[in-house]
């Protein structure tokens, strides 16, 4: 990454000024009427906003006096392009749901336009929400690559495994081939990274998954995958296996600091230790475990041991929202209810989990996750000047606890402005504008495949 010397360089890409800058590192810092000098994509300087005129001239400077400007969030799990299947099958548990409705629409419909419409349609309702990352899992990866590069959004690409066959490929071989072509094809690829998504312990046999151990070794890769969502996933395991599924990756020699786990609501003590002692990270999915009745992942006690936790919204068929404002309040509250301590994940621990947290699980955290000199200016803007946040003793409480996507009214990507929100709008993306991609576009890709999927399956378990 290029080295700059502020002192040294008066003419810049972008000044932001703001009411607070909430830089995430050093924990619990809130900067007032700071200045945020933005050259080349990277952050230069952080100064008094009295002082930046003196020595820096900046081809835009944005003003945001009545805002938070923090890092950018990272969506730690999703499926981007099942937005398309958004409220398909709802209030079914999780296996019926995939086996009697999302598996029969996938068979019939998933298809290199239907993941590059959903993507699209995922990363800008993730845009306009203050989503600048994703870490996805999902088919025919260059489809979701090509939607993401177009709107200019930052997508950590899973590498899909399964043993059966899709749309995609038919076997785990032919997968892991597809995946590592992709990953060869796209690896230079600007805000492009890789990592293999065995979708989940039960669709993945031992022998594909000490692959891709030895895979992701070699071509230093992470690795993405389900784990512990459900009781019935654990017990099958037991009844198959012997064992549970995290002690058969362990076993398999996959437990590390590659690995990010999703869910992991079905976690004992031993299970915890584990990924504590490996440095596992954990994918956080607090509202698509409720909505399917998974159950509360026991976050405190994963907090407790040091585990590092980052938040993810899951895709928009089981939660409904691609929403990590929602997720970062869920998560701090279900931590405080389920423990009976009500300093369990702080609402700064909260923007950890959706900042800097997730860059670590991705192995970015020394380009993402927080705002510091040296890093890629990927940046929001929320607005606190309603009503309802009214008064603002603590910025960071308020980000957690009060403010929505909604409130998002500046999203960059490597200091390149991707989503504004004019000050006279309501509502959330249809009111906003792209840099690359024009809303009615993004409605009329939804309404096409509404019109395509109704009426082709039943809506509901009879």
Request: hydrophobic fraction near 45%; charged fraction near 15%.
């Amino acid at each position: 990454m290029t080295s700059y010397n502020p002192t040294m360089i008066k003419s810049v890409d972008l000044v932001i000024v703001a009411r607070w800058v909430l830089p995430v590192i050093p924990k619990n810092t809130v900067l007032e009427h700071q200045a945020v000098v933005v050259h080349q994509g990277v952050v230069i300087e952080i100064c008094p906003a009295s002082i930046v005129s003196e020595r820096f001239v900046a081809n835009e400077t944005v003003h945001l006096d009545e805002h938070v400007l923090m890092p950018g969030l990272i969506n730690l799990h999703t499926h981007a392009a099942m937005s398309l299947m958004r409220g398909l099958a709802d209030d079914v548990p999780l296996m019926p749901w995939l086996e009697k409705h999302i598996w029969p629409v996938e068979q019939r419909f998933v298809s290199p336009p239907f993941v590059y419409d959903g993507t699209l349609l995922a990363c800008a309702e993730m845009l306009s929400g203050g989503i600048t990352t994703f870490n996805d899992m999902y088919f025919f990866p260059e489809a979701s690559i090509q939607a993401a590069t177009q709107i200019g959004m930052r997508a950590h690409i899973g590498l899909v495994v399964l043993e059966f066959a899709t749309n995609y490929a038919n076997d785990a071989g032919m997968y892991l081939e597809k995946g590592t072509a992709v990953r060869d094809a796209y690896k230079t690829q600007p805000r492009i990274t890789f990592s293999f998504a065995p979708h989940a312990p039960y669709t993945a046999s031992d022998a594909t998954l000490s692959t891709i151990g030895t895979l992701a070794e070699q071509l230093d890769l992470g690795i993405h995958t389900h784990m512990h969502e459900t009781m019935h996933e654990v017990q099958t395991s037991k009844a198959n296996h012997g064992l549970s599924p995290l002690t058969r990756f362990a076993n398999l020699g996959l437990l590390g600091t590659r690995l990010t786990l999703a869910h992991c609501v079905h976690v004992n003590d031993a299970d915890m230790q584990l990924m504590a002692d490996y440095g596992c990270h954990i994918a956080h999915c607090p509202t698509s475990n409720l909505k399917l009745a998974s159950g509360i992942a026991p976050m405190a006690k994963c907090d407790a041991l040091g585990i590092n936790i980052g938040i993810g919204t899951d895709g928009a068929a089981s939660n409904n929202r691609l929403d990590m404002f929602a997720e970062m309040r869920m998560a701090a509250l279900l931590a405080k209810g389920q423990s009976g301590d009500a300093t369990a994940i702080s609402a700064h621990q909260a923007l950890e989990m959706a900042t800097i947290n997730g860059a670590k699980a991705l192995g970015l955290e020394s380009q993402l996750g927080s705002v510091t000199v040296g890093k890629q200016a990927d940046l929001i803007a929320v607005n606190m000047a309603e009503m309802v946040s009214q008064p603002c003793y603590d910025p960071i409480s308020h980000l957690v606890y009060v403010a929505s996507r909604e409130n998002v009214t500046h999203t960059w990507v490597d200091g390149q402005l991707r989503y504004n929100k004019p000050e006279s709008s309501t509502g959330v993306f249809s009111q906003g504008v792209f840099s690359e991609v024009e809303p009615h576009t993004l409605l009329h890709i939804a309404q096409q495949w509404h019109h395509k999927l109704s009426g082709a399956f039943s809506h509901r378990q009879a």
